[in-house]
């Protein structure tokens, strides 16, 4: 380590002075030269492109024209030796730099050390790939972990739909901040574009969420978030769930919505019988309702005041009644158990039965007249 000091002191005082052509050839005690016009060479020379070329680990002999090497400390390599000849390589292609950590063991103070493990800190391949703490594959390689305290900027990817990867992440995506109370924002930069999050792996075709740009006037929906599921039938396309520490099962989906459409708030295995969009478990607690109903006259019960309706006699009712225990055309108590209850052809029903009721009364009321003039 001392010895490789008083080198690099040697470098300093040369490169401090200016004088003539100079160079070293490893000669020991070491002869210091001085130059003050042009290069250095340690190891060998003469040096034509080069301030201050070393070369202490190789064999100068067996080098081209144009190598260099800088080895001022064990496990510290800097070196250049891409070389063809004509358009053949003179040998495979040499890293640009590499740093390691060499570890010794031994007396403190003696010279004679024994090399222990190395370890490789940074590199920098023929091809410019960067390597920390690896030989790098692509153009920035890291073993481990990266810190980034301003800007990354990955990629810049023309056109708006561009199937290029310009991050891929192997793993989870942690977002943290001093404090817990900061918010962590993920924004696409774009009024007139979209920001897509893809379930898949290998194209557009799988679950997403869209947040469209408030100007994107293509995806028909601006400003707004589209969700997207694949799946058919009664399906789960989209799930609500709650995490309660408390219970158990911990986790519960409050609420479902199928690939054909259908809502379930509450228990999610409930069947919706067909014809039917939304099941609440519990009811539903509102201050108004407003049932639409279709064009189609005979959903609505004003025909009974047609000419042509047939009006059951008081007598037929009361048969009914005793028979079947219900009146007629509503549905008994079993039929509502099993099939529900539609409010709107149940108001329709009811008002069915206020109209005929109204009708009997309008009779009655004719009875009761016809019977006061034979009276008097």
């Given at each position: 380590m001392k010895k490789a000091v008083k080198l690099f002191a040697l470098m300093l005082v040369m490169l401090s002075a200016n004088h003539a052509d100079a160079q070293w050839d490893g000669s020991t005690p070491p002869v210091n030269t001085h130059t003050t016009t042009s290069n250095v060479g340690i190891g060998?020379?003469?040096?034509?492109?080069?301030?201050?070329?070393?070369?202490?680990?190789?064999?100068?002999?067996?080098?081209?024209?144009?190598?260099s090497s800088l080895d001022?400390?064990?496990?510290?390599v800097i070196q250049r030796d891409f070389y063809t000849n004509g358009m053949t390589l003179n040998g495979p292609p040499q890293n640009i730099m590499e740093v390691w950590h060499q570890q010794y063991t031994g007396p403190g103070g003696m010279t004679a050390f024994t090399?222990?493990?190395?370890?490789?800190?940074?590199?920098?391949?023929?091809?410019?790939?960067?390597?920390?703490?690896?030989?790098?594959?692509?153009?920035?390689?890291?073993?481990?972990?990266?810190?980034?305290?301003?800007?990354?900027?990955?990629?810049?990817?023309?056109?708006?739909?561009?199937a290029i990867d310009a991050l891929v992440v192997h793993g989870n995506v942690t977002f943290t901040r001093p404090l817990d109370t900061h918010y962590r924002n993920i924004r696409a930069r774009t009024s007139?574009?979209?920001?897509?999050?893809?379930?898949?792996?290998?194209?557009?075709?799988?679950?997403?969420?869209?947040?469209?740009?408030?100007?994107?006037?293509?995806?028909?929906?601006?400003?707004?978030?589209?969700f997207s599921s694949i799946g058919t039938g009664n399906a789960p396309a989209y799930d609500f769930n709650n995490y309660d520490p408390s219970a158990t099962p911990g986790w519960n989906t409050r609420m479902r919505i199928t690939a054909n459409g259908k809502v379930a708030i509450g228990p999610t295995t409930m069947p919706i019988p067909d014809g039917y969009k939304l099941f609440v478990k519990e009811g539903?607690?509102?201050?108004?309702?407003?049932?639409?109903?279709?064009s189609d006259p005979s959903n609505w019960a004003d025909f009974v005041f047609d000419e042509s309706y047939e009006l059951l006699s008081l007598k037929e009712v009361e048969s009914y009644i005793a028979k079947n225990k219900h009146l007629p055309d509503i549905p008994s108590t079993s039929d509502v158990h099993k099939e529900g209850l539609d409010l709107a052809q149940m108001d329709a029903k009811l008002l069915q039965k206020i109209e005929e009721l109204t009708l009997?009364?309008?009779?009655?009321?004719?009875?009761?007249?016809?019977?006061?003039?034979r009276i008097k």
């Open positions: 060998l020379g003469p040096v034509f492109d080069a301030r201050l070329r070393l070369l202490t680990n190789s064999d100068p002999s067996t080098l081209l024209l144009g190598s001022i400390i064990p496990g510290f090399p222990g493990p190395n370890h490789l800190k940074f590199v920098i391949d023929p091809y410019g790939n960067i390597g920390v703490g690896k030989m790098p594959t692509k153009q920035l390689d890291v073993e481990t972990d990266a810190n980034v305290d301003g800007i990354l900027d990955v990629g810049n990817i023309a056109g708006s739909s561009s007139g574009g979209a920001l897509v999050f893809y379930a898949n792996t290998g194209g557009e075709d799988g679950p997403t969420m869209t947040l469209n740009g408030v100007t994107n006037t293509t995806s028909g929906s601006p400003g707004g978030i589209a539903i607690l509102t201050e108004k309702v407003k049932v639409a109903l279709t009997y009364v309008i009779q009655q009321q004719k009875e009761i007249e016809a019977l006061r003039q």
